[in-house]
């Protein structure tokens, strides 16, 4: 109820009282500001296409000075007693390793190796994103990207978005091709073999690593212009795979917590010192990633083959003699797999339900039906892409029984696509189940809701019906 004049008389009476008490005060400023605005970092003094490929190149001296260096560590543990070589030899194949690190292949004493070390490319690709994205920030800086294109003399410049992802794609591309060009004339003067498609996998990584920087730099959304639809699809992808990696690191863990004393006993059989314990370690985390993934196949049931026809799956392993690396004192021992190995199968089940619920939860409402189709594909997208991981983390480390070293492909796709495709699918049925019996609760409260009409609003309506009729 609107308040009585009186009662409108006397409040402001007091909001003038109130008023009568304020008092303002003019000072004088002080003779130096107290609050420094922030500017941001200094912008550097070339163009953002020089900065951009001279992170590249800045990149790639960093990954040759690790790798060298690591290789040095190594040629001074070696015995006195054994002909190590001047040190211009280590630095030498130092350099070749470091080709081989980012990808190319490596023949070195006879011996041909193809396994891409993961470890070391996921390190250089975290680099070069990194300076990708101080070069960035520090030549184009963070500018507001929203609004239209300008127009001037009639013509319509291309917006500041535009304008960004062109500027964020040419910076990416720059940085790429500043990192490529010293590796690829070090392996052509070096005579390193001829690339394969593993080798492209690696440099796409890298130039996904600069486009992720570039655009993190700049504020450019990559996702932006997809539809909706595809939105929630890289994110269930990208869960598979976090699961899929998780389970095969605690295969990898169990494993060498299990046979602990065989791994113990053959880093002591290496004598390699603390400089050279210092490179096998860092040489076996350079392959922690492949190690992952094969620990991962492992788990879905598939396995992964040591070369000349060994395998090792929950169910069953056959290996024959194993090179003296510390880590590979994980592998089981021969013979058949125990019933608590196939615990690990419920791996793969857990990935396809993480990628139903991802996809569903941030998808649009829909039919069960359509949310088991979702989940589903979903699921067999997941495990695709983890056979692709599987390919590209394979190779060879030598003849023999070091060739063929990898996942089981044919076994891996059949019970990854199957695995998580079947759980997908029953995952997305439950979550859109789930969904429309929570969805019908607040529609009933609605109906109920509006059942309860407003009396006055309904008398108001009357009278104007009324009024309308008469008229």
Known sequence: MAPSLSQRVRLRRASSSRADDLTLRATEPDAEPTVLLDRGPAPLPVGWPLAAALAGV?????????VVGLTVLGWLAVDADTAAGPL????????????????????????????????????????????TSFAAARTVGREPAEGAGEATGGEARPGPVESRRRTALGIAVLATFGYLGPLIVVALLLGSPAPNLRTLATLAVLAAAALWGSCRALGVE???????????????????????????????????????????????????GVTGGIALLVGQLAFAPNAMVWGGAYALGAGFGLGDGS????????????????????????????????????SGVLAGLVAAWLVVRRGPAARFDETALVGGLSGVIGGLVF??????????????????LGPRLPELTVMAVSTLGLSGMIGG?????????????????????????????????????AMSGSR
């Open 88 to 131: 211009s030899g280590a630095i030498l194949v130092g350099t070749k390793v470091w080709v081989y690190a980012n990808g190319a292949g490596l023949s070195l004493a006879g011996l041909r190796l193809t396994l891409v070390p993961w470890g070391a490319v996921a390190l250089f690709a975290f680099v070069l994103a990194r300076c």
């Open 58 to 66: 800045l990149v790639a001296g960093v990954g040759w000075v690790i």
């Open 387 to 404: 056979v692709v991981l599987a390919w590209a983390s394979s190779g060879d480390l030598g003849v023999l029984r070091l060739a063929g």
């Open 429 to 465: 049925l439950v979550l859109g189940l789930l969904r429309r019996t929570g969805a019908d609760e607040p529609v009933a409260e609605d109906a109920d809701r509006d059942g309860d009409d407003d009396p006055e609003a309904t008398v108001q309506l009357d009278r104007q019906e």
């Open 222 to 272: 990559v996702t932006s212009s997809w539809p909706a639809w595809l939105l929630p699809v890289p994110t269930a992808v990208l869960g598979t795979q976090l699961v899929l990696l998780a389970a095969g690191a605690a295969v990898v863990v169990t494993g060498l917590l299990t046979h602990l004393d065989r791994v113990t006993s053959l880093n002591h059989a290496l004598g390699a």
């Open 311 to 346: 395998v090792v799956a929950p169910s069953a392993t056959q290996v024959g003699l194993l090179p003296g690396v510390p880590i590979l004192g994980a592998v089981p021992v021969s013979g058949a797999g125990g019933a608590e190995q196939l615990l690990w199968l419920g």
